[in-house]
């Protein structure tokens, strides 16, 4: 994916992993790309970031489930003019 603006710019390949078998389910996104423009305090910012996203969850009962954490690379920048996405 890319995407140009006034104010940002940048190149992102992404892709996604599923396992699911009988009480667990596995999910993991990722993506990594090169990225630049002006935050919004107006500084420059030129580079790579990399994102993972991992969701586990474990059906201990029917009415119960454990699920884990997301993770959100700070050095990734949105197309919309904000700063770097954070968790």
């Known amino acids: 994916m890319s995407f140009s603006g006034l104010q940002r710019s940048g190149d992102l390949a992404a892709?996604?992993?599923n396992y699911d078998v009988s009480r667990f389910?596995?999910?993991?996104?990722f993506g990594y790309g090169r990225?630049?423009?002006l935050r919004s305090d107006n500084t420059h910012f030129s580079g790579y970031g990399a994102a993972v996203d991992v969701a586990g969850t474990f059906?201990?009962?029917s009415e119960l489930a454990v699920q884990a954490v997301t993770h959100i690379s700070e050095?990734?920048?949105s197309?919309?003019?904000r700063d770097c996405v954070s968790p």
């Not at 389910?25 to 996104?29: A, E, S, Y």
């Open 15 to 17: 892709g996604s992993v």
């Open 25 to 29: 389910r596995f999910q993991g996104d």
């Open 35 to 37: 990225f630049s423009g």
């Open 59 to 61: 059906q201990v009962t």
């Open 75 to 77: 050095r990734i920048f």
């Open 79 to 81: 197309a919309r003019n």
